[in-house]
């Protein structure tokens, strides 16, 4: 009795080291499995980086190109308002040309008004000079 209970524990231990042996083959075909398809991803996955490194030296010279925008837009407007303050001073400028050039003008009226006045006093003066010679 103790042999038959040998016999079958010998049994049942040869039928669980065929089944584990079973499972050890199955775990490292699994395992080859997995290793290949992950050798077989890895140049796809270098290729994600490189293009994820591409993308971003894209993005970078993107940025730097839009910063130099900006500061060109801002030495524009810059430059604007300093043309903008000129050509007020000019305006200014301007109109006070015109307003010397009104008072000129008027003062230039005066004064031929004036010679005007003289001129027929001088008439006046020479015809009553005239009256008294002898």
């Given at each position: 009795m103790v042999a038959d209970e040998v016999r079958k524990l010998a049994e049942r231990t040869a039928s669980a080291t065929t089944e584990i042996e079973q499972m050890i083959i199955g775990i490292q075909g699994d395992t080859r499995g997995a290793v290949e398809a992950m050798s077989a991803a890895l140049p796809e996955v270098q290729e994600g980086v490189d293009l994820a490194s591409s993308a971003s030296a894209s993005l970078q010279a993107i940025e730097d190109g839009a910063r130099r925008t900006l500061a060109r837009v801002g030495e524009v407007a810059d430059a604007t308002r300093e043309q903008s303050s000129a050509s007020t001073a000019i305006a200014q400028r301007v109109e006070q040309i015109a307003n010397t050039v009104?008072?000129?003008?008027?003062?230039i009226r005066g004064t031929a008004e004036s010679a005007h006045q003289l001129k027929n006093?001088?008439?006046s003066l020479k015809t009553m000079i005239s009256r008294f010679k002898v």
């Open positions: 009104e008072e000129t003008t008027s003062t006093i001088a008439n």
